[in-house]
């Protein structure tokens, strides 16, 4: 069974990083993929970023150039460097897996796995 664990969110002020990591566990093949969703209140969940085996990104454009996706694959842990947050960043992040991965997505139908998601909150 796939588990994904993340941690790193919590409180900043508008303009501050922060750093979410997410360890996974359990993938039954080597060719897994993993990304970054989000969900603020009253809207549907969003793809953020996605990185393949071989390390190719993905990112939704409202996050171009201010996030950065990344992976230890060997230790199946995934992270996301938030920079210049905005107040609309603030949402509940979370890590999202498929195993046995051949494409890149940014839509939430693609994944099997679910982490339990961590509060970023952005304060303006």
């Known amino acids: 069974q796939v588990q994904l664990v993340e941690s790193g969110g919590g409180s900043v002020q508008a303009g501050g990083s922060l750093r979410l990591s997410c360890a996974g566990s359990?993938?039954?093949?080597?060719?897994?993929?993993m990304a970054w969703f989000r969900q603020a209140p009253g809207k549907e969940r969003e793809g953020v970023a996605v990185?393949?085996?071989?390390?190719?990104?993905s990112y939704a454009d409202s996050v171009k150039g201010r996030f950065t996706i990344s992976q230890d694959y060997a230790k199946k842990t995934l992270y996301l460097q938030m920079n210049t947050l905005k107040a609309e960043d603030t949402a509940i992040y979370y890590c999202?897996?498929?195993?046995?991965?051949?494409?890149?997505?940014?839509?939430?139908?693609?994944?099997?796995?679910w982490g339990q998601g961590t509060q970023v909150t952005v304060s303006s």
């Open positions: 990185i393949d085996r071989y390390g190719t990104t």
């Open positions: 359990g993938y039954r093949s080597s060719t897994y993929c």
């Open positions: 999202a897996a498929r195993d046995y991965c051949y494409a890149r997505s940014l839509s939430a139908s693609w994944y099997n796995y």
